[in-house]
């Protein structure tokens, strides 16, 4: 699990690196672990040749919505699992205002808020 804050008028785009750079190594039953993911779904927003060159040369498969191509529709029900956890994060109070003045005190509430989602989530599935 990979979490990160940016400024309000930071473009979405500038977090993309950081963030699969940031993502842990996935325990498998057999094999080696997996480094990275094994596709990027993304919207319009990252639809930047800099980037998809990138993340080809990180062996990942693009799919990233183009821009005057695609029609916004067609990466809806990825998109919907990202639209669905921010959501699930309103539900804690301290995230849905700033109460924090310090990034990393917000950071670490955010990543609090995704460990306790995840845990439930998972806690579901399993029994």
Not at 45 to 53: G, I, T, V
Not at 90 to 117: S, V
Request: hydrophobic residues 40%.
């Amino acid at each position: 699990m990979t979490v990160a804050i940016s400024a309000a008028n930071t473009h979405d785009s500038q977090a993309l690196k950081p963030l699969v750079m940031a993502i842990p190594a996935i325990k498998s039953r057999r094999g080696p672990r997996r480094r990275k993911p094994g596709k990027l779904h993304a919207d319009k927003a990252y639809d930047q040749p800099e980037l998809r060159r990138w993340v080809r040369d990180h062996h990942i498969r693009v799919r990233i919505a183009r821009k005057g191509i695609e029609s916004k529709d067609k990466l809806g029900k990825h998109r919907w699992v990202i639209e669905r956890t921010m959501a699930w994060f309103t539900g804690y109070r301290r995230l849905t205002l700033r109460y924090e003045r310090k990034a990393e005190h917000f950071l670490a509430f955010l990543t609090l808020a995704a460990t306790i989602t995840c845990h439930k989530k998972l806690r579901i599935h399993t029994t």
